[in-house]
């Protein structure tokens, strides 16, 4: 049971779900959905912990960044139905509509020069 809260737990907070449906479309590393968000990097990676706690996304290390990946491959039954669902929720949203915009014009090239 401590699972199933978790993820609804995950869920409960709008920027996460924006997150997952961001990661939808393409990994992303932490400037780049900071970037799109608007959010403090401090914010975005508490967001990407707890999602990353309840197995619905997962990170691999790339050169100087940390890529997020949705888990589409979960042990976990519930984040695998959870996950099925997600990808046909807010289809008709503005504001994931406005993510998915803002997604494909991020570039971790430019956004995390360092």
């Known amino acids: 049971m ?3 809260a978790a993820i609804f737990k995950a869920l409960s907070e709008p920027n ?3 997150i997952l449906k961001m990661l939808e ?3 992303l590393c932490v400037c780049e959905i900071t970037a799109v968000l608007d959010l403090a990097v401090s914010t975005v990676s ?6 990353k706690a309840c197995g619905l996304i997962y990170d691999v290390c790339e050169n100087k960044w940390v890529i997020y990946h949705l888990n589409r491959r979960p ?3 519930y984040v695998r139905e ?3 669902l997600l990808k046909n929720w807010l289809a008709d949203s503005e504001i994931v509509a406005a993510d998915r ?6 570039d971790r090239n430019m956004l995390c020069r360092k």
Do not use: A, E, Y
């Not at 508490?46 to 999602?51: T, Y």
């Not at 915009?101 to 991020?106: A, D, E, G, H, L």
């Open 101 to 106: 915009r803002k997604v494909n014009r991020v």
């Open 25 to 27: 479309i393409r990994p």
């Open 16 to 18: 996460r779900i924006r």
């Open 75 to 77: 042990g976990s039954k």
């Open 46 to 51: 508490k967001h990407l912990s707890i999602l």
């Open 2 to 4: 401590d699972d199933l």
């Open 82 to 84: 959870i996950s099925q």
